[in-house]
């Protein structure tokens, strides 16, 4: 008996079925641009106001 698994033992990759490869993509860019959008509304606030208060309740609003 030989100690290295056989090919039917080895389970498949995700990574080679392409529509979870463009899943995977889609809800990675996704959460990127929600992040980057977060980041520009404090950004905007803080600008806008220039009071830390108003930028921590729009971030813990966000989070919500």
């Not at 995700?14 to 990127?32: D, E, K, S």
């Amino acid at each position: 008996m030989s100690s290295s698994p056989s090919a039917a033992a080895i389970p498949p990759s995700v990574i080679g079925h392409r529509p979870f490869t463009l899943f995977w993509c889609a809800r990675t860019a996704t959460a990127l641009a929600f992040q980057m959008f977060g980041v520009a509304v404090g950004w905007q606030v803080y600008a806008l106001t220039g009071s830390p208060l108003y930028l921590g309740l729009v971030v813990k609003v966000a989070i919500l």
